[in-house]
């Protein structure tokens, strides 16, 4: 089932923060960053419980993630009345669980 989707406020600014530093490297990093996220963002609302739980999480909602592929980061997630929210998009090595306050209960 497909969802709508939406960006936390904070998500956008890093995610576009992020892009930016890719971008400021050579061969164009930030393009192919942001077609990789976009590409896990799609799977993530096509099939959203195809994904696993965020390790620990126990409350409602579930918050789930997706690998974006060729680059080290992931695109947390979860849903609640049938729209989509990404809750951050983190590098896979830094500051796990920051974005937790993010969740909305």
Known sequence: MTHAFEFHP???AELDADIDW???REFD????FADA??????AAVEDPDAW???PGWEREPLVCSK???GFPYRVVYFVQDDSLTIVAV???KR???YWRERVSR
Not at 37 to 42: E, F, G, P, T
């Open 37 to 42: 996220v976009r590409a896990a963002v799609d």
């Open 10 to 12: 904070e998500a956008q």
């Open 22 to 24: 890719y971008d400021d």
């Open 95 to 97: 500051r796990p669980g």
């Open 90 to 92: 983190p590098h896979s």
């Open 29 to 32: 990093l930030g393009g192919r």
């Open 52 to 54: 696993a739980v965020w």
């Open 67 to 69: 690998a974006v592929t």
